[in-house]
Every structure is written in structure tokens, then in C-alpha cells.
């Protein structure tokens, strides 16, 4: 039972290595049009492994994911358009910003648990959305930030060009996953899995769970900071919609239909729906009814997600 768990763990892995072997290679020969969806996939993959050190690690079903996402990107968009500042500045300033604010908010949300912190993180977040919508003078309320320059990295490095670009968002991407990979695999991680595991069990142990919780609701956030400044750059717009209710729940959903816990399962949960949202939309205007029902499908046939389905078939054909 054990070694057939490592196999497909270990099968996972190759597969996820094969897959950013691809991202190297393959865009050169995709057309234009791919290699941006690929890069789009990449920022909202970083995005969705952020959420899932909270839902996956930490069984915090956080909402509202998508504030701080939206705080890094407007950091970077307003300093590059207002102040002209360079992309460390703008970066670090993104980062920063989303830390403050998931440290202070974060005091009050760890107290809930359940529903009430779902809900909290959402209201939390649609505070934003209002504040991004009404602050006109700061945000460009309704019509957001346009124009926002590429950063200048020098040694003739052209980051308009969408393919430079591409392989830009994915050394971050790639740095970013293997930080993410080493904090769930050290004691912290395990120990935020045996919160999830058994909240109660671990408070008799002696450990901290609302300390553990706070860092984590931290450092998810700040994550998510990261790929808000790199979509801010990317996308060369932000807007209010960054924060809205949609995009929590897109965020949400690539979680839960990639499969949560396994960091892995996000990726694929996020340039799923990035493909689709892009292709699909091409087509039809009811797009966001067909990811509705992809997630109906995976919640009824797949409750723990694709990879949940995987070592769920696996068992059974393995008959354990």
C-alpha cells in the first residue's frame, strides 16, 4: 500500500517535471497566442499553490484569497505608472504590502474557523473590491490601470516581447514552487498538516495551532503578493475586477478541481481554467456556465479533485 502510494507520488513529480520541461522548450514553436495562456497559467498556478498551504495544508478555506493578489498587482502598477520605479522596487513593495496587510487581518480571521472564516475572508475581500471601485483617485476606479510599463532588467533583455516574457514569469514560478515545496515538507508544513489532520490532537501536544495558522495565512498571502506583482506586469492593466467575486472563486475553484494538498493539483486546476476560460470564451458568451459545470462534474465524480481521483483509482485498481 505504502510503495504504491510513493509510485504515484513519485510518477506525479516526474510528470510536473516533464511539464516545466515542456514550458522551456516548447514555446518557441507555439503560436503567440499559447505561449500568453501558458504564461497566464503560470502566474495563476503560483496563485492557486498559495491558497492551497491554507485550504490543502491547513484546512483554511480561505475566500477571499484573491485581495491580496489584487494588492500586489495595484503596488506594482501604481508605482511603475505614477513613479516610474524599477521592478525590485515595485516587487518588493508588492510583497511587502500584501505581508502588512495579511499580518494584520490575519489576527482577526485565525480567531473563526469553518464557514465563518469563509465568509470572513470573503467579506474581507469584497471590502477591496469596493475600495479598488470607489477609490478613483488611487485605483482608477472603474476604468483601473492601464499602460503599465515592462520592466527593464538591462542586458538587452526585451520583456515586451511575450515569449521573453513567458520564460520571465516562469523562473519566478519555478523559484516560488520550490520554496512553497520545501516550507510544506519541513517541520512547519507537517505541522500545519497535522492541524488539518487533528486541530484538537495538536493543541494537546503543546503547539501553538493559532501561531502555526496566523504564519501560514501569512505566507500564503504573501505568495499570492508575488503573482499579483507579475500579473500586474504581464497583463500591463489592473482593474477592479482583480478583486471581485469572480476572481475568488476562479481561484478557489483551481484549487478544488486540481486537487488540494498536493500543490500539483493547483497547476493543473489553474491552466485548465485559464485555457478554457480563454477558448471557450471565443465561442460562447456562457463560459463561466461551463466551468460551473466542470465543477459540478468534479465535485459529484471527483470530490477531492483530479488528483484526489488518481490515488482514488489507484486503490481501487490496485485493490487496496
Same mark, same amino acid.
Given at each position: ?16 517535471? *516533464?511539464? @516545466?520541461? +515542456? ?38 478555506? %480561505?475566500?477571499?484569497? *484573491? ?12 508605482? *511603475? ?9 515595485? +516587487? ?9 496587510? *495579511?499580518?494584520?487581518?490575519?489576527? #482577526? ?11 470572513? !475572508?470573503?467579506?474581507? %475581500?469584497?471590502? #477591496? ?9 488611487? !485605483? ?16 538587452? @533583455?526585451?520583456? &515586451? /516581447?511575450?515569449?521573453?516574457?513567458? &520564460? ?22 507537517? !505541522?500545519?498538516?497535522? $492541524? ?8 494537546? +501536544?503543546?503547539?501553538?495551532?493559532? +501561531? ?21 506586469? #504581464?497583463?500591463? &492593466? ?16 483551481? @484549487?478544488? $478541481? ?19 476560460? /480563454? ?42
Amino acid at each position: 500500500m505504502i510503495s504504491k502510494q510513493l509510485i504515484l507520488q513519485n510518477w506525479l513529480w516526474v510528470i510536473l517535471g *516533464a511539464a @516545466v520541461l +515542456l514550458l522551456v522548450v516548447l514555446p518557441p514553436v507555439l503560436p503567440i497566442f499559447i505561449v500568453i495562456l501558458l504564461t497566464q497559467g503560470l502566474i495563476f498556478g503560483l496563485v492557486a499553490m498559495s491558497l492551497d498551504i491554507l485550504i490543502g495544508y491547513t484546512k483554511l478555506a %480561505a475566500l477571499g484569497h *484573491a485581495a491580496y493578489f489584487a494588492i500586489g498587482a495595484y503596488t506594482a502598477a501604481i508605482l *511603475a505608472t505614477r513613479h516610474a520605479a524599477g521592478f525590485g522596487f515595485c +516587487l518588493f513593495s508588492g510583497i511587502g504590502l500584501s505581508l502588512m496587510t *495579511a499580518a494584520i487581518i490575519g489576527l #482577526f480571521v485565525i480567531r473563526l474557523s469553518g464557514v465563518y472564516f469563509l465568509m470572513c !475572508t470573503l467579506s474581507i %475581500a469584497m471590502c #477591496f473590491w469596493g475600495l479598488a471601485f470607489k477609490w478613483t483617485q488611487m !485605483t482608477g476606479g472603474e476604468n483601473g490601470i492601464s499602460r503599465i510599463p515592462r520592466p527593464n532588467i538591462g542586458f538587452s @533583455v526585451d520583456l &515586451y /516581447n511575450n515569449l521573453t516574457f513567458h &520564460y520571465f514569469v516562469l523562473i519566478f514560478f519555478v523559484l516560488c514552487a520550490v520554496l512553497i515545496v520545501l516550507l510544506v515538507r519541513s517541520p512547519f508544513g507537517r !505541522t500545519l498538516v497535522g $492541524i488539518r489532520d487533528g486541530e484538537s490532537r495538536m493543541r494537546v +501536544l503543546g503547539y501553538n495551532v493559532w +501561531l502555526h495558522k496566523y504564519l501560514a495565512y501569512i505566507i500564503g498571502s504573501t505568495f499570492a503578493g508575488v503573482a499579483g506583482v507579475l500579473w500586474a506586469f #504581464f497583463n500591463r &492593466y489592473v482593474g477592479y475586477t482583480d478583486v471581485s467575486l469572480y476572481r475568488c472563486m476562479e481561484v478557489f475553484l483551481m @484549487v478544488s $478541481i486540481g486537487g488540494q494538498g498536493t500543490l500539483i493539483g493547483p497547476n493543473i486546476g489553474a491552466f485548465l481554467i485559464v485555457f478554457m476560460r /480563454n477558448l471557450v470564451s471565443a465561442y460562447t458568451n456562457r463560459w463561466l456556465l461551463v466551468i460551473a459545470i466542470v465543477y459540478i462534474l468534479t465535485a459529484r465524480f471527483a470530490p477531492m479533485g483530479f488528483i484526489g481521483y488518481l490515488k482514488r483509482f489507484q486503490k481501487v485498481r490496485g485493490g487496496i
